[in-house]
Structures are given as structure tokens and as C-alpha cells.
């Protein structure tokens, strides 16, 4: 086989390459717009693989509920709604490449973003394709500094949840308070904020700020850290599963004063994980969830016969985020990007499980909501609404 | 100080535990199994399986249950290892050594994402918990169902290192440790034994996964990765493909991230670890116990 | 146990078609027209966003190819390089405003650094302990990331400004920046320091004996390797904006040496081929939603058994047939 035919071989594969796939979508084919028919897509990107695999789920089934009630009730500008899904495996790349494929995909509205270090780099992507963005979960200072303006963010930000840690801290009058994350930006934010408020001068103190490796199972040797420095008050800002771990530790090496959480903590999983009786009068700092939310119940219900399992992390928070996409779509009358963005920034008293919503300047939450939570028989409960 | 030698020595000995596998297979085939850490994942959710089909059990028959599953379990993950070196090992004997090193990391992604398959991926907490009380010993708070789990895995290692040095079957690895062709020349059966260090060394492996799954509670499909990472570096401290020097390797990789945590702070414990560890091998290069060999990729 | 291996070559007559084929010097201006004819096929954000990251990846294993493929070092640690690039013009292009084509030689100057300071302690350890020395530099280098506040602690650096405007061009530029760092190193491979690293990969002692300094020769693969790890770098940090502690785990050092295995050692189509492989594969797979991560491990057993010494193995020119 000489080398000229193999050159004929090479052009005839790449000719009948570029003959099937090129139709249209490449840099010579003309612009094309999903069309105003069929249904209105919005884009979730959400961790379905990676070591943070576990959240996605909640988030996809939450949204997945959401937009099949409003669809039931004959969907949004006369159109269905429809969920698209991609793994951003917690990755930025992978979430670049995810959030490419949704804007390919034609989706108006992002509704996704749990990792903040994933959902960063997916700013642009989504803000050149003129694509706004709610974000359920993803909270991190980062988000808001750069003051994009198709940027809105639903969760409560760590500095309002430092401040409901801080209110109960002292209103629980502990003096020395041991602060643990696990040196992801989301759990250190919260717990540097935390820390700065108890550094202020008069009332209680920071015992230690101890940082941990997620995804192990022996914490043994940040307890005895934290125990050394004699704390009569823990708060972990980090997630459930090591939550359930530190919480079942701590007691085993005979700690027995207070032990908080932060909210990627509540699930009925820490309570599972923790055993029982260590779990028994663990607090937790959370915006309102349908546990709750006086007449929420028959939500968890119809989500749980739906999916098979309760309610999770931030299922609330992504439910909440289709429902405010749907409401700023039908506020806007258009899918377009600008309109829609406009329509957000004009809500005022939507209501939502963290309270009625108005975005702030920066398009957070004026008011986080942040409760108190205390696990009684294995199930958060509310112990105190910081009013 | 003592709690933290105990903290260290009692999860060093998981590490150990793991290690052993990494160590007798990268003995007789030179090769690291990354799968290793996942065999551990599967051996934690087979017992999982166990006790859940088992119904319950009844308090203070915690520990005798325990050891029943164990054993089952341990002749699950040992097959599963057969199995894994049977489909994806034993084919690539005649190939590079890193070609190895490709299934290896493939069988890992498909046993972890095929555990996520079959039983989701949020994690999963046992049904049999080692709790208890803990007693003050030397300083250090220690409870019996800590010291029932290194005794167990003390056992396990002296049987191995028994069976590896005392009798014929272990004279057959070690004889393929060092020279595969001759020892098949020798009329030493290398596919059975080979297979068989694959069954021991993922016994054990699974063994761990149970212990960690009782005493830890939580389980995940992912929670193999880490305790891997872990169980190599640990092998190559001790001196890689020498079993009592691995055993040494786990305890002291335990006893410097315990010690690490308490001297500069959670976040710097892996830096301290593998710190020492590089400095380690740069003055002395084959390990605690290893002997110097020679040999290329 | 490896140099015996190589004696059987593939036996078909099939076989040897394709082996013909894949040597015949045509492939890499083929693929590389192929790169530049890929946007006028498929332009959308989705495959521009892929196809970059496969190129950035092509780089990366490049760069590991001549520390582990021509030179026989295994490195699990690779991406402490990828790392550094990625962290140095991240920093100096958001902390001091400089544009990110003027960070190119501070991150040049830095990755020659680590690699000197990795490579010069630990290139007299033989492969397995070189393996573990690595990976823990690797490990080192992503938790300082991850700790320090000048590298923005674990949410890591944002708002990095690209090289070029829009996706299409920086595609463009890509491609360009990784044909010429392929073919860089593919020379180098064939230079007279390329024959004394593959001196040194077949056996060490004799190398030693018939003159060569190994330290030396070792240590110039080992930097070269980072040199391409880093620039990669710069270019991840220009195509994502935004770099964190996440992106540089074990895994992708993992999967870098995977490419490199995949494609064949030493082999510079093959390592190219290798990367495209490993980095679209899960992309291939994405619709499989659950099962995705599960066919890709499975594919790769039963790719390797299919073709056990890479997809487009290396035949040194002196072998006889």
C-alpha cells in the first residue's frame, strides 16, 4: 500500500466525515435557534460521578419534581418545560464541557451548580451564551465577587450562616468554640467567617479551627486536636458523611457538650451515620426546609412516593430554583436571556422554603433564613427560628 | 502522646491490612493492583449484603456475628480477586508491565462504578455497629471493640506471614517472586499460584472492608480510593513485596499522619506524611526492609 | 521482563496492513488537518469546550511520554507540573494584571525548578519507589494549593484572562501550541539525548557503562517533561478562567499515564492517539448518564487485552523485522 493511496484512503474517510455530520452546526453553517417550539429546556449541572456523586441525585430528582408539577399545571408561556441533566462530576473541566453541552443543547435557564470550584469556571460559558443562572446550592464568596449580573444564587451565603451560628453560640453560652471544616471553599468559608466573629472582642472565643481530608472514615487524630484544646462547643461546616463520622467520634473519646452543623450536614443520613444516641441533641444551622415548614409534609411525602427515597441536601433548594426559573420565564414572557435576568431581578416576595424572595444587589438572598435544627430521635427538627 | 501512638497504630493496621494484598501480588507479578483498594469497597458492601439478608441480629451477638460474616465475606472478595487477575491479568502476563497498570485502573473504574450501579451512590450505614464504652489505658481511651479489631487483623497478618514463610505454597510464591520462568521450570504450577496469592491477598483486603464498614458505619462506593492510595504508599515504606516489612509500613504511615495532625494541623497531615516519606526514601531507597533489587519499567 | 515482550510483533496479514499504516509518516499531518478541519464540521460550545480540553490533554501526554516513554521513568505524579504551570500564570496574571502570554517564561522558569527539585533527590530510585516519590509530590503540591491564600486557598484562582478572544480561536491557538510541542518532543525523542533515554530505559547498567551519565540524562527528560506539563497548564488556566485544588488530583495524573500506556510507549502517534482516547471516551459515554465511568473502565480491559502493547505501539527503526 503506497503512500499516496493511503492519502486517498485519509481525504475520501475525512470527506464523508465532514459530508454526514456538517449540517449546519459547524463554523460555516448558518446560526440556529432551538425555535420557539416544543418544550423550554433548563440546564442542571450536578455532580453524578466523583467523589461527590451522592448529592446529585437530590438535586436532579427535587428539580425533576418541580418541573413535572408545573408542567401538570400546563407548564410556562404555553410550553412544557423540560430538565436537562449533566454530570459536572465536581470537575472543572468536566463542568465546562457539561455546561457547553447544555448551552448546545438550547437551555434558557441554568438551575444547576453544587461545587463551587466546578460551577466558577462555568460562568463565562453560561454568560456569553446570555444563559442566567440560579444557583441551588453552590454558595462561595467567588460566586458574588465578580458581580456578574446573570449570576443569582438561592442558597444562603456563609457569612449569613456564620452570623446564625454565631447567634446560637452565644445564645447557648459556650465559651470556647473548636470550628472543623474540610478545607473545601464552601465549609472554610463558613467556618473563617465564624471565626472572625467569635475573634471579635467579649463573648465567646475560637478554641481551634481544625481542618480535615474529606472521604475517610478515621478522624481520630483531628478529635484529639480538637479535645486538646478543650472546646465546650463544636461546629462542623462540612458535609454529612463526615458529619455522621466526627459526630459518632466525638462522643466515643467522651466529648459531651454541644455539637453543630452546618447546612451540607442535614440529612437523615448523619443521624444513620452518627447511631443513634450521638446524633440525640446535635444542632444544625439551615434555612427553612419542608421538614420545617408548617404543612410541608405532604411535599416529603409526594417526593418520596415519587423517587423512593426522602429528600435530601439541597432537593429543596433545587426545587425552588426550577419553580423561580419558571416564575421569572412567565414574569419575562420571553425566553430570552436579558428579559429573564430583568424578571429575576424585579421578584419581590416569591414564595420560596427559605422565606419570600427579593435578590439583593449582588442577586443573593436579602435574608438567608437560617434556622436552628436539633436532631431528636434521629430527624432534624426545628429548635429555634433566630427571630 | 499515647492517645495519639494508639490513634496511629489502630488505623495503621487497617493500612496494613490492605497493604499485605498490594505487597504479595506486586511480589509474584510486579504489579500495582489499583484495583486493591476497590476489592476493600467490595469486601465492605458484600458484608453489608450479608447482614442485611441475614435480618437482624441480636444485641451482644454483635461480635460473633461479625466474625461469621467476616469469613463469608473474605471468600467473596478472594474469589472476586481470582476473577479479576483470571479476565484482566493473567492475558497481559507477556505484555509491558504498565499495559498491567491500564486494566488495573479500568477494573477499579468498573468495580466502583458498578458497586454505584447496584447500590446508588449515597452512602450506606451498617446495620451491626462495634460501639461500646472505652476504657483509660496509659492515658490513652481504648475500647474492647478497637482492640477485638486489632487482634483480628494481627491474626490475619501472623497467618499470612506464617503461610508465606513456613510452608510449601509459600515457597512457591516466593520462588515466583523471584523468578517466574525458572520456578515454572521447577514444576511450580505459576496460574494456580498466582491465583491464589490473588485470593489471599483480596481476603484480606475484604476482611478490612467489613472491620472498617462495622466499626465506621458508613460505607460508599468510592470509599476504596483513598485507603488504596494509602495501602501503596504504606507497602512502599515498608520495602514493597516484603510482608513484614509492609505490616511496619502501615503502622508507621498510621503513626505520622497521626502524629502529623497533632504537630501542624489537619490540613498539612498529608504533606507532613508524604514529606517524610520522600525524605525517607532518598536516604534510604528500598524501604524499611526492602532489599535492593534491579529491575525497569 | 518488558524487552521480551516486544518480539511478538502482530502476526496477521491484517495485522501487519495496519501496522504499515500506522507507521507511515502521513498520520500526524492527517490528524493534524483533521484538528483544523474539526470547527468547520462541529462548532458548537459543547465540542469546541471538548475538542480544547483533548488537545490540552494531547499536551500533557506528550509531556509525560518523554519521562515515561522515552525515558522509562514512572512518574504517578505528572500533574504537579500541570499544576504549577496552571497556579503560576494564574497568579501572576490575576495578582499583577499581566496579560497571560508574559507569564510564559516565569512558568517555564518555575516548572524547570520543580522539576530540578523533584528530579534531583529522587531520579536515583528505582521505578516503583520513583512511583511513590512522585505521587507524593504530586499530592504535596495540590494540598499547598489548597492551603496557601496567594493560590486562593481551596476555592483556588478565578477571572484568568484568556490568550486569545473567543472559543474558536483559542481552539486554533491550541492546536497550533500542541502540534508544535508534540512535534517538539517527538525530535527530541529522536535526538541523540532521545538515544541515550531510550539507553537508559532498555538497561540502566549498561547505559551507565558504556558511558552515558544517567543522573544527568535522566534529570533532562524529567525537566523537559515539566516544561510541557507546565505550559499545558497555562493553557488549562486560559481555557477554564478559573483554576482550584480539584482539578489536580491523583486521578488526572492517572489518567495521563493512561493515555501514554494506552497509546504505546515511547510511540508519539500512539500517545497522541491514546490521549484523544482517553479524554473523549467518557465524553462519548456521557448519555450512558450512570453507567458511564462503569463502560469506560471496561472498555480500557478490553482494549488493552486486544492490543497489549498499546493502541500504536512503538517499533525502534534499528529492530530487525
Same mark, same amino acid.
Given at each position: 500500500m503506497g503512500e499516496s493511496r493511503l492519502a486517498t484512503i485519509w481525504s475520501l474517510a475525512a470527506a464523508v466525515t465532514i459530508l454526514t455530520a456538517g449540517c449546519g452546526q459547524g463554523l460555516l453553517g448558518g446560526g440556529q435557534e432551538g425555535g420557539d417550539q416544543g418544550p423550554i429546556a433548563l440546564g442542571m449541572l450536578v455532580p453524578q460521578s466523583g467523589s461527590e456523586a451522592a448529592v446529585g441525585p437530590y438535586m436532579r430528582n427535587a428539580a425533576q419534581f418541580a418541573v413535572d408539577e408545573i408542567n401538570g399545571k400546563g407548564g410556562v408561556l404555553g410550553r412544557k418545560l423540560e430538565l436537562k441533566v449533566a454530570d459536572d462530576a465536581c470537575d472543572a473541566q468536566t463542568a465546562v464541557a457539561g455546561a457547553g453541552k447544555l448551552v448546545t443543547e438550547g437551555v434558557v435557564v441554568s438551575v444547576g451548580g453544587y461545587c463551587s470550584g466546578a460551577t466558577l469556571p462555568t460562568l463565562p460559558v453560561f454568560g456569553k451564551a446570555g444563559i442566567p443562572m440560579i444557583i441551588p446550592a453552590a454558595n462561595s464568596q467567588e460566586l458574588v465577587d465578580q458581580h456578574l449580573g446573570h449570576v443569582?444564587? *438561592?442558597?444562603?451565603?456563609? +457569612?449569613?450562616?456564620?452570623?446564625?451560628?454565631?447567634?446560637?453560640?452565644?445564645?447557648?453560652?459556650?465559651?470556647?468554640?473548636?470550628?472543623?471544616?474540610?478545607?473545601?471553599?464552601?465549609?472554610?468559608?463558613?467556618?473563617?467567617?465564624?471565626?472572625?466573629?467569635?475573634?471579635? #472582642?467579649?463573648?465567646?472565643?475560637?478554641?481551634?479551627?481544625?481542618?480535615?481530608?474529606?472521604?475517610?472514615?478515621?478522624?481520630?487524630?483531628?478529635? +484529639?486536636?480538637?479535645?486538646?484544646?478543650?472546646?465546650?462547643?463544636?461546629?462542623?461546616?462540612? $458535609?454529612?458523611?463526615?458529619?455522621?463520622? *466526627?459526630?459518632?467520634?466525638l462522643r466515643q473519646a467522651g466529648y459531651k457538650d454541644a455539637i453543630m452543623v452546618g447546612d451540607g450536614s442535614v440529612s437523615g443520613k448523619l443521624a444513620e451515620i452518627a447511631g443513634p444516641e450521638a446524633a440525640e441533641g446535635?444542632?444544625?444551622?439551615?434555612?427553612?426546609?419542608?421538614?420545617?415548614?408548617?404543612?410541608?409534609?405532604?411535599?416529603?411525602?409526594? $417526593?418520596?412516593?415519587?423517587?423512593?427515597?426522602? #429528600?435530601? #441536601?439541597?432537593?429543596?433548594?433545587?426545587?425552588?430554583?426550577v419553580r423561580l426559573a419558571a416564575e421569572a420565564l412567565k414574569n419575562a414572557g420571553s425566553t430570552d436571556g436579558t428579559k429573564v435576568i430583568a424578571a429575576l431581578e424585579a421578584i419581590n416576595g416569591f414564595p420560596m422554603f427559605s422565606g419570600p424572595l427579593k435578590f439583593t444587589a449582588d442577586h443573593t438572598l436579602s435574608a438567608g433564613g437560617f434556622q436552628i435544627l436539633v436532631i431528636r430521635s434521629g430527624r432534624f427538627v426545628l429548635q429555634d427560628a433566630l427571630k | 502522646m499515647s492517645q495519639l501512638i494508639w490513634n496511629g497504630l489502630f488505623v495503621g493496621s487497617f493500612y496494613a491490612l490492605v497493604a499485605l494484598g498490594y505487597t504479595m501480588v506486586y511480589g509474584v507479578m510486579k504489579l500495582l493492583n489499583f484495583a486493591h483498594g476497590d476489592l476493600y469497597m467490595l469486601g465492605a458492601f458484600t458484608g453489608f449484603a450479608v447482614l442485611g439478608a441475614a435480618g437482624g441480629v441480636p444485641p451482644g451477638m454483635a461480635l460473633p456475628a461479625l466474625l461469621g460474616v467476616l469469613v463469608v465475606t473474605m471468600a467473596v472478595t478472594g474469589l472476586a480477586?481470582?476473577?479479576?487477575?483470571?479476565?484482566?491479568?493473567?492475558?497481559?502476563?507477556?505484555?509491558?508491565?504498565?499495559?498491567?497498570?491500564?486494566?488495573?485502573? /479500568?477494573?477499579?473504574?468498573?468495580?466502583?462504578? @458498578?458497586?454505584?450501579?447496584?447500590?446508588?451512590?449515597?452512602?450506606?450505614?451498617?446495620?451491626?455497629?462495634? @460501639?461500646?464504652?472505652?476504657?483509660?489505658?496509659?492515658?490513652?481511651?481504648?475500647?474492647?471493640?478497637?482492640?477485638?479489631?486489632?487482634?483480628?487483623?494481627?491474626?490475619?497478618?501472623? @497467618?499470612?506471614?506464617?503461610?508465606?514463610?513456613?510452608?510449601?505454597?509459600?515457597r512457591a510464591m516466593r520462588a515466583i517472586a523471584l523468578d517466574p520462568r525458572t520456578s515454572a521450570l521447577m514444576g511450580?504450577?505459576?496460574?494456580?499460584?498466582?491465583?491464589?496469592?490473588?485470593?489471599?491477598?483480596?481476603?484480606?483486603?475484604?476482611?478490612?472492608?467489613?472491620?472498617?464498614?462495622?466499626?465506621?458505619?458508613?460505607?460508599?462506593?468510592?470509599?476504596?480510593?483513598?485507603?488504596?492510595?494509602?495501602?501503596?504508599?504504606?507497602?512502599?515504606? /515498608?520495602?514493597? /513485596?516484603?510482608?513484614?516489612?509492609?505490616?511496619?509500613?502501615?503502622?508507621?504511615?498510621?503513626?505520622?499522619?497521626?502524629?502529623?495532625?497533632?504537630?501542624?494541623?489537619?490540613?498539612?497531615?498529608?504533606?507532613?506524611?508524604?514529606?517524610?516519606?520522600?525524605?525517607?526514601?532518598?536516604?534510604?531507597?528500598? /524501604?524499611?526492609?526492602?532489599?535492593?533489587?534491579?529491575?525497569?519499567? | 521482563?518488558?524487552?521480551?515482550?516486544?518480539?511478538?510483533?502482530?502476526?496477521?496479514?491484517?495485522?501487519?496492513?495496519?501496522?504499515?499504516?500506522?507507521?507511515? &509518516?502521513?498520520?500526524?499531518?492527517?490528524?493534524?488537518?483533521?484538528?483544523?478541519?474539526?470547527?468547520?464540521?462541529?462548532?458548537?460550545?459543547?465540542?469546541?469546550?471538548?475538542?480544547?480540553?483533548?488537545?490540552?490533554?494531547?499536551?500533557?501526554?506528550? &509531556?509525560?511520554?518523554?519521562?515515561?516513554?522515552?525515558c522509562g521513568l514512572l512518574d504517578l505524579g505528572y500533574v504537579a507540573f500541570f499544576?504549577?504551570?496552571?497556579?503560576?500564570?494564574?497568579?501572576?496574571?490575576?495578582?499583577? &494584571?499581566?496579560?497571560?502570554?508574559? %507569564?510564559?517564561?516565569?512558568?517555564?522558569?518555575?516548572?524547570?525548578?520543580?522539576?530540578?527539585?523533584? &528530579?534531583?533527590? %529522587?531520579?536515583?530510585?528505582?521505578?516503583?519507589?520513583?512511583?511513590?516519590?512522585?505521587?507524593?509530590?504530586?499530592?504535596?503540591?495540590?494540598?499547598?494549593?489548597?492551603?496557601?491564600?496567594?493560590?486562593?486557598?481551596?476555592?483556588?484562582?478565578?477571572g484568568i484572562p484568556g490568550l486569545v478572544d473567543g472559543p474558536v480561536a483559542f481552539y486554533y491557538l491550541t492546536v497550533v501550541v500542541v502540534s508544535l510541542a508534540v512535534a517538539g518532543a517527538s525530535r527530541l525523542g529522536r535526538?541523540?539525548?532521545?538515544?541515550?533515554?531510550?539507553?537508559?530505559?532498555?538497561?540502566?547498567?549498561?547505559?551507565?557503562?558504556?558511558?552515558?551519565?544517567?543522573?544527568?540524562?535522566?534529570?533532562?527528560?524529567?525537566?523537559?517533561?515539566?516544561?510541557?506539563?507546565?505550559?499545558?497548564?497555562?493553557?488549562?488556566?486560559?481555557?477554564?478562567?478559573?483554576?482550584?485544588?480539584g482539578s489536580f488530583t491523583f486521578l488526572r495524573s492517572a489518567l495521563v499515564l493512561m493515555a501514554v500506556v494506552l497509546g504505546g510507549m515511547g510511540s508519539t502517534p500512539g500517545v497522541v492517539a491514546g490521549a484523544i482516547v482517553i479524554s473523549l471516551l467518557p465524553e462519548v459515554l456521557r448519555d450512558l448518564a450512570d453507567y458511564q465511568f462503569f463502560a469506560f473502565g471496561v472498555l480500557l480491559i478490553v482494549v488493552m487485552l486486544v492490543r497489549p502493547q498499546g493502541l500504536w505501539p512503538h517499533r525502534s527503526r534499528e529492530a530487525a523485522p
Open positions: 443569582f444564587l *438561592i442558597n444562603g451565603t456563609g +457569612t449569613q450562616q456564620a452570623a446564625a451560628a454565631m447567634a446560637w453560640i452565644t445564645k447557648q453560652g459556650a465559651t470556647k468554640v473548636a470550628l472543623m471544616h474540610d478545607n473545601t471553599s464552601y465549609s472554610k468559608d463558613i467556618a473563617v467567617r465564624t471565626k472572625k466573629l467569635l475573634d471579635e #472582642p467579649g463573648g465567646p472565643e475560637t478554641a481551634i479551627l481544625e481542618a480535615v481530608t474529606p472521604k475517610e472514615s478515621d478522624y481520630s487524630a483531628n478529635i +484529639t486536636n480538637v479535645l486538646g484544646a478543650k472546646p465546650d462547643f463544636v461546629y462542623w461546616t462540612g $458535609y454529612f458523611q463526615e458529619g455522621g463520622l *466526627i459526630t459518632r467520634q446535635v444542632y444544625a444551622t439551615m434555612t427553612q426546609t419542608p421538614e420545617t415548614l408548617q404543612g410541608a409534609g405532604n411535599w416529603i411525602e409526594a $417526593y418520596t412516593k415519587k423517587f423512593g427515597s426522602p #429528600p435530601g #441536601p439541597y432537593s429543596n433548594q433545587s426545587y425552588d430554583a | 480477586g481470582v476473577a479479576l487477575e483470571r479476565v484482566a491479568y493473567r492475558p497481559l502476563r507477556a505484555a509491558p508491565r504498565l499495559s498491567l497498570l491500564i486494566t488495573a485502573v /479500568g477494573a477499579s473504574f468498573a468495580l466502583e462504578y @458498578g458497586m454505584r450501579a447496584v447500590a446508588g451512590a449515597e452512602p450506606r450505614v451498617y446495620p451491626v455497629r462495634l @460501639g461500646g464504652s472505652a476504657a483509660e489505658v496509659l492515658g490513652a481511651r481504648i475500647t474492647v471493640q478497637q482492640i477485638a479489631l486489632v487482634v483480628v487483623a494481627v491474626l490475619l497478618m501472623t @497467618g499470612l506471614n506464617l503461610l508465606v514463610t513456613r510452608t510449601r505454597e509459600g511450580i504450577n505459576v496460574d494456580a499460584v498466582i491465583s491464589r496469592t490473588f485470593f489471599l491477598g483480596s481476603a484480606l483486603a475484604g476482611a478490612a472492608g467489613v472491620m472498617a464498614g462495622a466499626y465506621y458505619g458508613k460505607i460508599d462506593f468510592l470509599m476504596g480510593f483513598l485507603i488504596g492510595l494509602k495501602a501503596f504508599t504504606a507497602a512502599v515504606i /515498608g520495602g514493597i /513485596g516484603n510482608i513484614p516489612g509492609t505490616m511496619l509500613g502501615g503502622l508507621l504511615l498510621g503513626l505520622l499522619e497521626s502524629f502529623g495532625t497533632w504537630w501542624l494541623g489537619g490540613q498539612w497531615r498529608d504533606v507532613f506524611a508524604f514529606g517524610v516519606l520522600i525524605l525517607f526514601l532518598t536516604v534510604r531507597p528500598t /524501604g524499611l526492609l526492602g532489599e535492593r533489587v534491579t529491575e525497569r519499567v | 521482563m518488558s524487552a521480551g515482550a516486544r518480539t511478538r510483533g502482530p502476526g496477521t496479514r491484517l495485522g501487519r496492513a495496519v501496522s504499515r499504516l500506522l507507521d507511515s &509518516g502521513w498520520a500526524g499531518l492527517t490528524g493534524l488537518a483533521a484538528a483544523l478541519l474539526a470547527p468547520f464540521v462541529i462548532a458548537t460550545p459543547y465540542a469546541l469546550s471538548i475538542m480544547t480540553s483533548a488537545a490540552v490533554f494531547v499536551m500533557l501526554a506528550s &509531556g509525560l511520554n518523554i519521562v515515561v516513554g522515552f499544576a504549577a504551570g496552571a497556579y503560576t500564570a494564574g497568579v501572576l496574571s490575576t495578582r499583577f &494584571g499581566l496579560p497571560l502570554l508574559a %507569564t510564559v517564561p516565569a512558568v517555564i522558569a518555575v516548572t524547570v525548578v520543580a522539576g530540578v527539585v523533584i &528530579g534531583a533527590p %529522587t531520579l536515583r530510585l528505582r521505578s516503583d519507589y520513583l512511583a511513590i516519590v512522585t505521587l507524593g509530590f504530586g499530592e504535596i503540591i495540590r494540598i499547598t494549593a489548597g492551603n496557601l491564600s496567594v493560590t486562593g486557598g481551596p476555592s483556588g484562582i478565578y535526538s541523540r539525548l532521545g538515544r541515550a533515554w531510550r539507553f537508559v530505559r532498555e538497561d540502566e547498567d549498561a547505559a551507565e557503562a558504556m558511558g552515558v551519565h544517567t543522573y544527568r540524562v535522566k534529570l533532562a527528560a524529567y525537566v523537559a517533561g515539566a516544561v510541557w506539563g507546565g505550559l499545558a497548564g497555562v493553557l488549562f488556566a486560559a481555557q477554564l478562567s478559573a483554576i482550584s485544588p
